[in-house]
């Protein structure tokens, strides 16, 4: 129950295409939904985050989707540039029972082509 | 502001050795957390403390696995002795309250 369940593992998107990743869980505790990018050598870093009480949050050319009754939430990114090739990574945690620790989905490898 | 801090980057180690990686979070966090990263398993945490009390160690995989958190501005992941099953790379993140989290760089651990 713990799990974050996240689709597909790789991602190939010409320039300017859409990219979308999904990501399903079952706990329904779980009130945070960030998601992470990560290069190579590099840490993750938060790209953008919603919370369960709104259906899209949009910034920039990223926005997050979220289904509460279906427990799924994706990724959209608009006009994909070969910059965003990355690893990205959705998760969960519950700051409401202040289980602050977050879980991770398994990662999808983004590759734009130019 | 430095971020999170971690040392060293790269570590290799032979097999029966203990390795000790250390963290630097950022001033004000009050949460830490170790995760490890491998293509098998994706991000595993590992513990995560709150305040310095460790609150959460159910995915240390093991005994051979120790963290200590002295004060706020330090911690470090200790694995004694060291399998080749342990190659993997380990990140330190931190967060203040209610915020998202802030992760290392990474150490990248080869165990020959």
């Known amino acids: 129950q713990q799990q974050v369940k996240q689709s597909p593992q790789s991602l190939i998107v010409q320039k300017g295409g859409i990219s979308i990743i999904n990501c399903a869980y079952e706990n329904t505790a779980f009130d945070y939904f960030p998601w992470y990018q990560q290069f190579p050598g590099k840490g993750p870093a938060l790209l953008i985050a919603?919370?369960?009480?709104?259906s899209e949050k949009k910034e920039g050319r990223f926005t997050i989707s979220f289904n509460k009754s279906a427990k799924q939430f994706s990724l959209h990114i608009m006009d994909s540039q070969p910059g965003d090739s990355a690893t990205y990574f959705c998760a969960a945690s519950s700051l409401v029972y202040n289980t602050d620790k977050l879980i991770f989905g398994t990662g999808t490898r983004l590759q734009v082509f130019p | 502001d430095a971020g999170v801090i971690q040392s060293p980057r790269h570590e290799v180690t032979e097999m029966g050795q203990e390795v000790t990686l250390r963290c630097k979070p950022i001033?004000?966090?009050?949460?830490l957390f170790w995760y490890r990263q491998t293509m098998m398993r994706g991000l595993e945490l590992l513990i995560y403390f709150n305040n310095n009390v460790p609150i959460d160690d159910s995915g240390m995989p093991e005994d051979r696995f120790s963290a200590k958190m002295p004060n706020a501005s330090f911690s470090t992941l200790k694995i004694q002795p060291s399998e080749p099953r342990d190659s993997a790379v380990y990140f330190c993140?931190?967060?203040?309250?209610?915020?998202?989290?802030?992760f290392g760089s990474g150490t990248r651990l080869t165990v020959v």
């Open positions: 993140a931190s967060r203040p309250v209610g915020i998202g989290y802030t």
């Open positions: 001033s004000g966090h009050n949460s």
């Open positions: 919603i919370r369960p009480d709104v």
